[in-house]
């Protein structure tokens, strides 16, 4: 089975930084596309960013910038880099794995999730 473990959650100041981690195992990691998603409340789950198995990027229009997306294939780890954080990206944040074509951010392209791991940005 797929599995996927996300950590580097926790509590930070408004404009602090954290690091999130994914490392995924059971399967060929390098292969496919990954991405970073939130989740608050009961709003729908939110595409941050996006890194296809050639290593290409990309991000939320309104997250570009702030938040940087890269992968280490040596150690199946995805990483989410995050700056500035500000009181709304308090979140629980998802890494996933797309098996097949992604076409956006959004959550139906991908197949494997994780659990996540919070995020919370407060004075």
């Known amino acids: 089975d797929v599995q996927l473990v996300e950590s580097g959650g926790g509590s930070v100041q408004p404009g602090g930084s954290l690091t999130l981690s994914c490392v995924v195992s059971g399967y060929t990691y390098s292969a496919y596309s990954m991405g970073w998603f939130r989740q608050t409340g009961g709003k729908e789950r939110e595409g941050i960013a996006a890194i296809e198995s050639d290593g290409n990027p990309s991000y939320a229009g309104s997250l570009q910038g702030r938040f940087t997306i890269s992968k280490d294939n040596a150690e199946n780890t995805l990483y989410l880099q995050m700056n500035n954080l500000k009181p709304e990206d308090t979140a629980m944040y998802y890494c996933?794995?797309?098996?097949?074509?992604?076409?956006?951010?959004?959550?139906?392209?991908?197949?494997?999730w994780g659990r996540g791991t919070q995020v919370t940005v407060s004075s």
């Open positions: 996933a794995v797309a098996t097949g074509v992604v076409c956006g951010l959004e959550s139906h392209w991908y197949d494997y």
